[in-house]
């Protein structure tokens, strides 16, 4: 029975989209690793330690925004089979898996230097809180890509020791790069969200004017990234990556029209994977060739 709950809870929080942002999170990690000269001591471990960190700050908030808004997805005809109002899962087995890994991230953090324990709340207050900001703000999607954007910003500070500005171009990228796809993804809800009195910038500027920030922010990344590249100098692989990247993005716009959000799932959950993943490959393989002096 408790593995059943644990299976149908992780398919609630979606495990598998921790793709999204772990790769970015990875690519912190990697150039923070390039910064100091490629030490080998503990390298290993600390990367192990950064991917239980971003899994358990991914899980405990993916869970609060389940708990938080289970009631709201019980009256919305696209979520209303979601495990908490369809009752699959009970609101008690849920906070109990939000705090287990709310846990594991506090202990994960400890594992990776004082400076990371210490900060350790603000990024749970950080991910924790963007559940809330639909409430209030049509800006709630920036908020959604901060909390996965801290991710490279964090595995920096724990492979270094120390925050470096130049890192906080990843962090942008991944803020705004998060915001566009949710806004995208939010346009199936328009109609609800104006019916709930839920805020977000679909119910706001109408499907349209939505798709349209959406682009003008995923340009905003891309502009991160030529910056990001540029501090840390990196290669043609790099370039690569970011020409990769604005190619997908072109393809997940053209899925998605004002009057036609069949293909929405598409562009979300697969375009967005492939971003991430063939962005670290590209930057991890420029890193790696730099290294070898290839």
């Given at each position: 029975m408790f593995l059943q709950r644990l299976r149908l809870t992780l398919d609630m929080i979606k495990f598998e989209h921790s793709v999204f942002a772990l790769p970015f999170a990875l690519t912190g990690a990697l150039l923070a690793w390039r910064n100091a000269g490629f030490p080998a001591e503990g390298a290993a471990w600390k990367l192990v330690w950064i991917v239980v960190a971003m899994?358990?700050?991914?899980?405990?908030?993916?869970?609060?925004?389940?708990?938080?808004?289970?009631?709201?997805?019980?009256?919305?005809?696209?979520?209303?089979?979601?495990?908490?109002?369809?009752?699959?899962?009970?609101?008690?087995?849920?906070?109990?898996?939000?705090?287990?890994?709310?846990?594991?991230?506090v202990a994960a953090a400890a594992m990776l230097g004082p400076l990371c324990l210490y900060l350790s709340p603000l990024a749970l207050a950080i991910v924790l809180g963007y559940s809330y900001?639909?409430?209030?703000?049509?800006?709630?999607?920036?908020?959604?890509?901060?909390a996965l954007g801290i991710a490279p910003a964090a595995a920096w500070i724990a492979v270094a020791g120390s925050l470096d500005p130049r890192i906080l171009w990843l962090t942008a990228a991944v803020t705004f790069w998060t915001a566009g796809f949710d806004m995208i993804y939010s346009c199936q809800d328009f109609e609800f969200d104006r019916r709930a009195g839920l805020h977000s910038l679909p119910g706001r500027m109408g499907i349209a004017r939505a798709l349209t920030m959406a682009r003008v922010l995923h340009l905003a990344m891309l502009v991160c990234l030529v910056m990001l590249l540029r501090n840390f100098d990196l290669g043609m692989l790099g370039v690569g990556g970011i020409a990769t990247v604005a190619a997908l993005l072109v393809y997940e716009?053209?899925?998605?029209?004002?009057?036609?959000?069949?293909?929405?799932?598409?562009?979300?959950?697969?375009?967005?994977?492939?971003?991430?993943?063939?962005?670290?490959?590209?930057?991890?393989?420029?890193?790696?060739?730099?290294?070898n002096g290839v």
């Open positions: 899994v358990g700050a991914r899980s405990a908030g993916m869970a609060f925004n389940r708990i938080l808004d289970a009631a709201i997805d019980g009256r919305n005809p696209r979520t209303k089979m979601r495990h908490l109002p369809a009752g699959l899962l009970s609101a008690g087995f849920a906070w109990g898996f939000l705090l287990f890994m709310a846990g594991v991230l900001t639909k409430r209030f703000t049509s800006w709630s999607h920036l908020v959604l890509g901060f716009h053209s899925l998605v029209k004002p009057d036609d959000l069949s293909r929405v799932n598409a562009a979300f959950f697969t375009v967005n994977g492939y971003v991430s993943v063939l962005f670290f490959v590209f930057w991890a393989a420029d890193v790696w060739y730099a290294r």
